[in-house]
């Protein structure tokens, strides 16, 4: 059964760096058709594609985000990594990692979220 | 890109059917066959409901059925249960390694 797990600090100071790590088991991250992602949701509002990484770890960044953002991969953890830079109360929100199947580019399986505050 | 449109909320009877829009552009719902649609309930993460277009995964119920018509893409839910009330979100692949969601639509079983 594939399982995915958000871990990571749960309050940000505004100007800081946001790092998460997503540890999938069940399955590995080096699959060939499977990408990895992340996917946001401020509070009462909608999701928000992050960005996501291939097999070949090759990184794919939401263009709004791409200059804030790094996707890393640890391949012998069965881990990767989110660091979204120069936070605002704008980036507060419930972050998820997810599996995205290809070339569907849909989202399959899904960690249960963890809450990030932007505050001081 | 902008995020793609939904109605923000939509409703009906227990049997009764529901269908929700989900429209872009031809760069990306009109484009790619490549539309998914999520149910969430609150506090939980989103489920696959729908893939390309019209695919259900595995344990969907069938139900549930996906459609597009040029930029637009629905969702229809028949025989409406009472658990089917939740938020749900569409979403397209937008071109250029991209990917974009819809704002959710609040589906109220009256």
């Known amino acids: 059964q594939l399982q995915l797990q958000e871990s990571g600090p749960g309050l940000v100071k505004p100007s800081e760096t946001l790092s998460l790590t997503c540890t999938v088991s069940?399955?590995?991250?080096?699959?060939?058709?499977?990408?990895w992602g992340w996917i946001r949701q401020p509070p009462g509002k909608g999701l928000e594609w992050i960005g996501a990484?291939?097999?070949?770890?090759?990184?794919y960044y939401n263009p709004s985000l791409k200059s804030r953002l790094i996707i890393s991969v640890d391949s012998s953890r069965n881990q990767f990594s989110l660091k979204l830079s120069s936070v605002t109360a704008a980036d507060t929100a419930v972050y998820y990692c997810?599996?995205?199947?290809?070339?569907?580019?849909?989202?399959?399986?899904w960690g249960q979220g963890t809450l990030v505050t932007v505050s001081s | 890109q902008s995020a793609l449109t939904q109605p923000p909320s939509a409703s009906g009877s227990p049997g009764q059917s529901v269908t929700i829009s989900c429209t872009g552009t031809?760069?990306?719902?009109?484009?790619?066959?490549?539309v998914s649609w999520y149910q969430q309930h609150p506090g939980k993460a989103p489920k696959l409901m729908i893939s390309?277009?019209?695919k259900r995964p595995s344990g969907v119920p069938d139900r549930f059925s996906g459609s597009k018509s040029g930029n637009t893409a629905s969702l229809t839910v028949s025989g409406l249960q009472a658990e089917d009330e939740a938020d749900y979100y569409c979403?397209?692949?937008?071109?250029?390694?991209?990917?974009?969601f819809g704002g959710g639509t609040k589906l109220t079983v009256l």
């Open positions: 997810a599996r995205e199947l290809v070339p569907a580019n849909n989202f399959d399986y």
């Open positions: 069940g399955d590995s991250i080096s699959r060939s058709n499977s990408y």
């Open positions: 990484f291939d097999y070949s770890g090759r990184t």
């Open positions: 031809s760069r990306d719902v009109g484009g790619y066959n490549y």
């Open positions: 390309e277009v019209s």
């Open positions: 979403s397209s692949y937008g071109g250029s390694n991209n990917l974009l």
